[in-house]
């Protein structure tokens, strides 16, 4: 039914701003109770949990990458948005936004993620 997808570049610059938009379908992103989420896997690497953004609009972000990201929503668009400023190679990764359940805290819906490459 929720249906999730991701939009933006697929190459960015060192040094420059990585955005990503997700467009979710068939819930509205201020909806009780869930949360928005940002998560990506380098090649070859694991998964790695961005942050998230609730359905008030509270965030919450990995600590290793909290100083350099942001997360923002547009309600009237249903979207929310990742930004990753100060960019280097290795954030290079697949990128996936998803939705997070509340009560036990699985991801239940994913995008098919973009991959986004840092290269110059």
């Known amino acids: 039914q929720v249906q999730l997808q991701e939009s933006g570049p697929g190459l960015v610059k060192p040094s420059q701003t990585l955005t990503l938009t997700c467009t979710v379908f068939?819930?509205?992103?201020?909806?009780?109770?869930?949360?928005w989420t940002w998560i990506r896997q380098p090649p070859g690497k694991g998964l790695e949990w961005i942050g998230y953004?609730?359905?008030?609009?509270?965030?919450h972000f990995n600590p290793f990458l909290e100083s350099r990201t942001s997360i923002s929503r547009d309600t009237s668009k249903n979207q929310f948005t990742l930004k990753l400023s100060a960019v280097t190679p290795e954030d290079t990764a697949v990128y996936y936004c998803?939705?997070?359940?509340?009560?036990?805290?699985?991801?239940?819906?994913w995008g098919k993620g973009t991959l986004v490459s840092v290269s110059s």
């Open positions: 953004i609730t359905y008030s609009g509270t965030l």
């Open positions: 998803g939705r997070v359940s509340s009560w036990d805290y699985t991801v239940d819906y």
């Open positions: 068939g819930e509205s992103i201020a909806a009780d109770y869930y949360y």
